[in-house]
């Protein structure tokens, strides 16, 4: 194969330490992807890797941004593995696949009795990675206040358990991922500046394939190689049509959509030559175009929801006056109140919120 950057994992050695360490949560321990390998010698490639070998030995927090399926994760994995952390816990956490008002206990864990069925303490994630490093991924995703949450984590090396009152030091290193434009989101007033700017310490941006479409045949013969072996099949080639398709496909999936097109094609082969199905290729496009309008009105309802909860949590559940949501939010109060029963927020439920969590706190939603 030609020019290649191979970094290996030891995901086992991380596990059998939290096997120690902890019993709590075992599904978060860093397994590993399928490999953790990372192919290709195009100059945009060998750039992140470069600056991964500058980070990784420092403690900084690095927030890797790129569109799907262009590495991200594999990228942290390699920051960890190549810092002074390695030996201890990987921890990964989708911000996106946890439930908004679970999210903080996962994160931080919470005590006995904290919320209905919280029967028991349970160690949140930062505990978990305790010495080594969490990855944050998609954190654009995270609520508004737990995003004041990891702030002061990044700030303060501090947090609290949901319904503790005790502040916890924690040593972490922290680091994010996210396709999504965080500037966007700032500007839209669903994810807080301070905290971009407390995780954007050390930007690395992955090159989309079609960038480094030099990439594509070392990426074609690796993950043909790794299938192959995998199914017990003997592929001693591949047709120049089919390597010409892939590479000049715009793969909006990324590499990712690459390897499934390569499973995909390793399984249906019949011969010792490797072929794709230009098929396959041409629809996927199209397939992903329409999925947008629906989700995102959704998810501009749900950040609306948050921002004015936050606002009424930090207000009392005052509405008006100086210090009121509207005020903090910066619209008149008919607007307010009028999008307080649209998106149907039981406004009476903040008004004890001051005095019953810690003013640092930011645990909100899990009460
Ligand atoms: N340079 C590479 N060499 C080999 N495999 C790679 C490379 N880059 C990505 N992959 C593989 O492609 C798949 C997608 O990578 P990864 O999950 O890191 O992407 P991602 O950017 O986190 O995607 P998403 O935004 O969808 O979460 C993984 O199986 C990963 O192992
Ligand atoms: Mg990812």
Redesign the pocket.
Known sequence: MASVAVIMADPKQSEERLKRESVALPEEIDKG???D????SSGA?QKVLSLVSKVAPTDATVLIT?E???????IARAIHRQSRRSSRAFVTVNCAAIPRDLIASELFGHEKGSFTGALQRRLGRFELAEGGTIFL?EVGELPLGTQIALLRVLQEHEFERVGGTRSIRTNVRVVA?T?RNLQAAIAAGTFRSDLFYRLNVFPID?PPLRDRREDIPV?VE?FVDHCARKVGKNIQGITKESLDLLRSYPWPGN??EL?NVIERSVIMCETENFSVDKTWLARQPLAIEPKIPPDLSEKLAAEEKEMIEAALRESAGRVFGPSGAATKLGIARSTLESKIRSLKIAKNSFKDFAETIPRRSCLESVQ
């Not at 390998?37 to 290709?40: A, D, L, R, S």
């Not at 799907?68 to 594999?74: A, I, R």
């Open positions: 992807s399928m490999c390998e990372i192919v290709g490639l790129g799907t399926g262009t590495g991200k994760e594999l991924d991922a396709n992955m990426l690796y590499i990712r390897q």
